[in-house]
């Protein structure tokens, strides 16, 4: 079955380290993207990517750096400049065409704990 | 960018109670979408509903583009229905979510 795979599901960063969030997709999907989550609250977009090697940031970008070597793979890195790193992180994917977006499909997230 | 606002925030549902979750947009958007986030965190689409109505069992969703506005309707509420709803809409190449409805349905 396609879909999204995220990992891994639990993470746990000291400060000041660099850490790697996993993201692939094997529905062909065009555009991928990255959100966090905190709790009580909405997604808030980090970053996206419409095609390979081209990306976007959204709209916390900070702190934060992506690549799209692949069009099956998203990885998130999260810096030790990000000061408040600890978060749900949601990578979603969608099919895109000229005229429409087909709807998103999201991972099961990674918890980020800073310890 | 967009700003979406759904209500209510909260809500407890007696077990076999039906209800109605509201998401309003402030700019006019594409592809919209409900989903829910189950216990585990992982968010399961609903509906795509970028207009008209659309029914999947016991809930069903209706979206009016023209008026900015989308309803998610529970019927006969279980407690598997307990979660966060989430509307999600497209604009300027990426999806802007609402902070949720937070249901609790009780025995």
């Known amino acids: 079955d396609g879909g999204i795979t995220q990992s891994p599901k639990y993470l746990f960063r000291k400060e000041g380290q660099n850490v790697t969030l996993s993201c692939e997709q094997n529905l062909n999907h065009d555009a991928m993207y990255w959100y966090r989550q905190d709790p009580g609250q909405g997604l808030r977009l980090i970053y996206y990517s419409q095609i390979v090697n081209d990306f976007q940031k959204g709209d916390i970008a900070e702190g934060y750096s992506v690549s799209r070597e692949k069009k099956e793979s998203f990885p998130l890195t999260v810096t030790s400049a990000q000061k408040n790193p600890t978060a749900f992180y949601l990578c979603a994917s969608s099919k895109e065409t000229v005229v429409a977006n087909y709807g998103y499909t999201f991972g099961s997230g990674t918890r980020l704990t800073v310890v | 960018g967009i700003q979406v606002e759904q209500s209510p925030p909260d809500l407890i549902l007696q077990e076999g109670a039906n209800s109605t979750l509201r998401c309003n947009f402030s700019?006019?958007?594409?592809?919209l979408q409900w989903f829910h986030q189950n216990p585990w965190g992982q968010l399961i689409n609903l509906f795509y509903i970028p207009s008209g109505t659309k029914q999947n069992g016991r809930l069903s969703a209706t979206t009016v583009a023209t008026e900015r506005y989308s309803l998610l309707y529970i019927s006969s509420s279980q407690t598997t229905d307990s979660g966060v709803y989430f509307c999600?809409?497209?604009?300027?190449?990426?999806?802007?979510f609402g902070k949720g409805n937070q249901v609790v349905v009780i025995p």
């Open positions: 700019d006019s958007v594409n592809n």
């Open positions: 999600a809409g497209r604009g300027n190449n990426r999806l802007a």
